[in-house]
């Protein structure tokens, strides 16, 4: 079956500390593997994107992800994480096939202390 | 260009009612997709309709519909509401199919069945 783990629901990172959000996903066919974050009352903005190619993918606000296919996971990176950070962030995962639909994590809750 | 726009953002029904939830996607998007997403079960595809017509349909009741009109606005039913069905409702819209394509999110309704 398919789907998407994320293994920690909460998270609190000290503002300035590095970050790194665990995503692991079982899908059959190439996936195609996306980043997004939701600030509390906001829909959900994507941050980056995976489809082919170069396996670290960079994203809007200085974060990363980098695919690893041989452990299934697809983990977001921040070097610096800034109060504004604070948010709930999903993995999810798709492919470019008709009738394919998106399958989202549980998310993970980032809290960031001063 | 202007974002995904769901109106209306907040609802409240009781019990039997039926709701309408409208979403009109950005301009040139041919994708619309409908999740709710609740504490517990986080973010579920309920439908996607490209060009008016239903591409994939998510694991919930009849009672959940959808349709998609020429100009890619698409509109969500729900009918002989319970409580188990408040939730935010969420709306994406792509330029092709959602599982490969980036989606963009509107705001959401939050629907609460008292």
């Known amino acids: 079956a398919q789907s998407v783990t994320q293994p920690d629901i909460h998270i609190t990172v000290s503002e300035g500390a590095s970050l790194e959000l665990r995503c692991n996903y079982s899908?059959?066919?190439?996936?195609?593997l996306f980043w997004y974050v939701q600030s509390p009352g906001q829909g959900l903005q994507l941050l980056l994107k995976?489809?082919?190619?170069?396996?670290l993918v960079q994203g809007i606000k200085g974060f990363e992800a980098e695919f690893k296919r041989s452990q299934s996971s697809f983990n977001l990176r921040k070097p610096s994480v800034h109060w504004s950070d604070a948010a709930e962030y999903f993995c999810?995962?798709?492919?470019?096939?008709?009738?394919?639909?998106?399958?989202f994590g549980k998310g993970t809750t980032l809290s960031v202390s001063s | 260009k202007a974002g995904v726009t769901q109106t209306p953002r907040y609802l409240i029904k009781t019990r039997g009612q039926q709701v309408t939830l409208s979403c009109s996607p950005i301009?040139?998007?041919?994708?619309v997709s409908w999740y709710q997403q609740t504490p517990g079960q986080g973010l579920q595809f309920l439908f996607e309709?490209?060009?008016?017509?239903?591409?994939n349909k998510g694991n919930f009741p009849g009672r959940f519909s959808g349709r998609q009109f020429s100009n890619s606005r698409s509109e969500m039913n729900v009918s002989t509401l319970e409580l188990g069905d408040s939730a935010l409702y969420l709306c994406?819209?792509?330029?092709?199919?959602?599982?490969?394509?980036?989606?963009?999110f509107g705001p959401g309704t939050r629907l609460t069945v008292l």
């Open positions: 994406a819209s792509s330029l092709g199919l959602a599982g490969g394509n980036e989606q963009f």
């Open positions: 899908y059959g066919a190439t996936p195609y």
């Open positions: 995976y489809f082919s190619g170069d396996t």
């Open positions: 999810a995962v798709g492919a470019q096939q008709a009738g394919t639909a998106l399958i």
């Open positions: 301009s040139g998007h041919r994708s």
């Open positions: 309709y490209f060009s008016e017509t239903q591409r």
